[in-house]
Each structure stands twice: as structure tokens, then as C-alpha cells.
């Protein structure tokens, strides 16, 4: 009796294919080559051949097996769109025979007869089996992989798929072409450029469109920035979003959502001080919106009245994403200095590493001037008097303050960033918002306590009724930046 010699239990890697071989399948494999020897075809020589030699066609293709998903096994020399259709239908694996072999003279699987083995110990298959093998893979081929259709050279031959296809790209590609804008009035002065009311000509929709010119370079990865804080503004009512994102040779264009009842600013600035009941709907409004974007790692870093727009409803939406910093999870911190005077956090004044603490800050002090109609902390003076007011001082709490109210912006305007709420607690959980459903301020089904009064798109300044001029030698483009709102193109 020959002596058996074992080989590894674990998975063997086919060369050819690059896929993992079980050793149960290799066995098989082995145990039905004995009966299908390898074919090899007797290669023509440049005379025989009629057509003379084809340059880069293979001549003789080696033996497969595979192992189909219905169980079947198919066992044959496979070339072209066959091959392909086998190896898509293989359930695991495609193994050439060359490959078996190999193994077949290094090792024997314990399983499998010897030499000096019985004959009948051996599985039998016949030519027959062989030939009703592969007509099963032809068959199952054809019902799961039919023939596929060349692609069409044109839109006219291209199958009713390939027609809705290009339909789809024409329509986006439409909001993609600053040709099909209108400018009516600038709206006002954001990071980085300039914000200009809009109509999109196809559809006569009016947007508020940013316009950036391309100028430094180190200046587009804030823009880039911004363009995916505003796509990420979709899931969430309280954040002002992005409509289409697009560029040309000279400019980048944020094509925003329209939100036309002005800004907490316009409101403060009309009705002066504001009821403890119009500051819990504001506040409300603003600490889904703020939690949402610190949940996703954005800190804003420019909270003001003048950010938080108002729509025509009367719902809040945080705007002008231009100075945000992205990556805040944890423990992660910044130390440059961005923000407006007056609601900027002493960390982020004095340079020393800041976290999401800096939003709630400015948050308590948007907080004050709402109930009080005036700044806690003066943003007179240089930079070292601002500091010093802030640190050296408490800002005066009215009278006409609730107890609420007024301990709520105490704990947002803690001096140690680690003390204050919203780092330290839920903001959510604080006795001022102890009435509020929070489920329906995130469905904003909540009844806004002012109607805004809508602004009008008439009167537009002629100095801002085309784009700035396009600069020919400019040739700089944002990779991938060209994005449009799947409800825009509804």
C-alpha cells in the first residue's frame, strides 16, 4: 500500500483566478480528473493554418471545472463568453486543471484512493455525464445571465434605459450651467464672496446663489467645506442647504435654498427685546440645529443673529457655513481664530484649543441679545479689551429676565469651556426648555410666535444684474465638486 501523504487543511489560493480553494473542492476536483484527462489541442503551424496566424489569439485553452450554485458540475474546455458566463455562474470558485495537477503530483488528500486501491472505491463519470454537465451550466447560464447588448455607439440606439439615463444627466447638467441663471439683487456680504438673489431661468425658482471667485488656492478647502456642510444641510429643517454646487474656469457657485422671511437679526432689530415664549421657540429651533451638526463633527464657529435666517413660515435656519471646521469628535481641538466680535468665546480670542464649546457660547450669548436686545460683553475696543471684558466682568441680567432664562445663559457663558453646558450635560435637559416636546420641534410642528413679513424680489440693483467676468487664464477646478439636490430635480 503506497503510503498517504497529507496536505495544509486550510484554503489554497488558485493562481489563475486568484480566488480561495476549500480543500473538500480541491479533493473533488483531484477525485474527477482521474476520469477526464487534460485535452490539449495540436498546434497549427503558420502553413496549416488557412487565415495564417492570428497574432494574440490564444491557441488551445486549458480544461476548467466548476462547481455551479444548483449543485451541477461542469467539466470543459470554455473559451470567450462562455468562459465569462462560467465564471460568473461558478458558485466559489473557477479552477484550471494545470493548477490540479500540480497539486495532484505534491500531495494526496486522505480521502481520496491510492494506486493500490480498489477500482470501484473510485467515484465513476462518464463522457456522458460530462456532456449533460455542461449543457445544465449552458442552461442555468441562459436563464440568470442573458446575453448582454453592445453598448450603442448613439443615443438612438441606445435601449429605453440608456435613453431615461441620458435624459437624467441633460436635466442636471442644466442646473449645472450658470448660463441658466438670472442675478436680480445682492443679499448681502457672506465668507469668502458675495451672496446674490437668483432665478433659475427653466423653472422660474428663485436661490440665493454664492459666488466665490477662484483667487487663493488655500482658500478652497474652506469652500469645499462649506459646499459639503450644505449637502449634509438636507437632513437636518434647521440648516440652510445647498440646492447645486458648480464652478467655471473662474468662479465657484453655491446655488442655496432661498429662505426669504430675513434673518433673528432683521426680527431682534424690529421688535427689540423678545418674550421668554419667542426666545424658547428660537432657542429650541437653534439647539436641534447646533446638535446636529456637533453630532457630525462640525463646530460652526460663527453663530450671530445675522447667520440664523428665518423662512417664510417663521422656522430658523442656520446659515453662511464658510468658517466651519470639520473632524471635531472626542478630544479633538483647534486654536486658530475665526468668529465676529462680541459672540466669540474667550478660547477661541486667546488662541487656546477649543471644541464644540465655542458654538454654545456664542449660542448663550445670541441668548442675551434676544431677551435684552444688547450684546453681554462689549466688542468694542482691540482684541486685548475684549478679552479682559469678557474675563474681568459678568454681563448684567435685567430684571425682566426669568429665573430660567437667566441661569441658562449663566451656564452657557461659563469662562472654562469644560463647566459649560452643552460640553458638560444636555443643553435639552435644562428647566428653561422643560415644556418642550423636542419631537415635535425636530418635525417643526411647532406654531412660530412671529410671522415674518416675506421680502420682495422686485427692485433689484443693476450693478449686480450679471457675474463677474470670467478670467481665461484661469484653469484651476475643484475635483468632483459639481453636485445638485435630488428634490431639485423633481
Known sequence: MEKKRRISESPVEDPATGKKIQLKDLRICIDRLKQYPLRRKRQRSPDENPAGPVHGVRQSSPTCIFFLS?????????????????????????ISLHYIRRMCSRAVPVNVPTAHAPEDAEEKITIKEIETNKQIGRDEDQKQYPLRRKRP??????????????????????????????????????????????SYKIKNQLTAIKIIEKQREEDFKYVRREASVLQMASRCPFLCRAMATFQTKSLILLALE?????????????????????????????????????ENGIVHRDLKPENILVDEQGHVKIGDFGLVCTGMYGA?????????????????????????????????????????????FSPKGNLKQQVESIINREPEYPDSLSTKLRDLIKQLLKKKANQRLGVNGNIRDHPFFSTVDWSNVEKRTLKPPIKPSHESATGFNRKYISFPKEDPSETRMLKGFDYVDPSWLE
Open 153 to 198: 455607439r448613439s443615443p438612438e440606439q441606445s435601449p429605453a434605459g440608456g435613453k431615461e439615463k441620458v435624459r437624467e444627466d441633460a436635466k442636471t447638467s442644466q442646473y449645472l450651467d450658470i448660463e441658466n441663471y438670472s442675478l436680480i439683487k445682492e443679499l448681502g456680504e457672506g465668507n469668502f464672496g458675495k451672496v446674490v438673489l437668483a
Open 258 to 294: 432661498y429662505v426669504n422671511g430675513g434673518t433673528l437679526e432683521n426680527i431682534i432689530e424690529d421688535r427689540g427685546r423678545l418674550s421668554n415664549k419667542q426666545v424658547l421657540f428660537y432657542a429650541s429651533e437653534l439647539v436641534v440645529g447646533i446638535q446636529f451638526l456637533h
Open 70 to 94: 444548483s449543485g451541477a458540475c461542469a467539466v470543459g474546455t470554455f473559451t470567450g463568453t462562455a468562459l465569462l458566463r462560467m465564471r460568473r455562474m461558478s458558485q466559489s470558485f473557477v
Open 332 to 376: 479633538n481641538t483647534r486654536c486658530d481664530y475665526y468668529g465676529t466680535p462680541g459672540y466669540t468665546a474667550p478660547q477661541v480670542l486667546l488662541e487656546e484649543p477649543y471644541d464644540a464649546g465655542a458654538d454654545w457660547w456664542s449660542f448663550g450669548v445670541i441668548l442675551y441679545e434676544m431677551a435684552t436686545n444688547r450684546l453681554p
